[in-house]
């Protein structure tokens, strides 16, 4: 049997694996090529690389379901890229730099780091998907 905080982990786990199927779809129907899911190092994790126009994209997605996003009596609203803090865009330079590092890509090589923002509505089974570009690591 669950205990309900494992119960509410792997949902969240769920519905992040969801979105990053979601968002892969999103890209490539707008001509990004995929090139890799989930690389993982200790230090962090690169939910997708994907390339277009010869840039490679390093893509985060932050995904809630619509559910999570209504706001409870005195709350604001919540926005899934309000968690692209300092210490997550800290960590984010880290595996870039393990991953160009380790694929070898060449230094002249162009890239950005784009945020994918996936709400979903699970009754509905329908997503809004908005994608902001070139976010800055500061």
Not at 81 to 102: N, P, V, W
């Amino acid at each position: 049997m669950y205990h309900r905080d494992e119960m509410a982990q792997n949902k969240h786990i769920a519905i992040g694996q969801l979105g990053e199927k979601i968002a892969q779809k999103y890209l490539e129907n707008r001509k990004f090529r995929f090139i890799e899911r989930n690389f993982r190092k200790k230090w962090g994790e690169l939910d997708i690389v994907m390339q277009k126009d010869n840039v490679l994209h390093f893509i985060e997605v932050k995904a809630g379901s619509f559910h999570d996003s209504v706001p409870k009596d005195g709350e604001e609203s919540y926005r899934p890229e309000d968690h692209m803090h300092f210490h997550k865009k800290t960590r984010m330079k880290r595996i870039i730099q393990s991953y160009l590092l380790e694929k070898k890509v060449p230094p002249h090589q162009e890239w950005t780091i784009d945020l994918v923002v996936v709400h979903m509505n699970m009754e509905t089974r329908k997503a809004q998907v908005r994608i902001l570009e070139n976010i800055l690591l500061d």
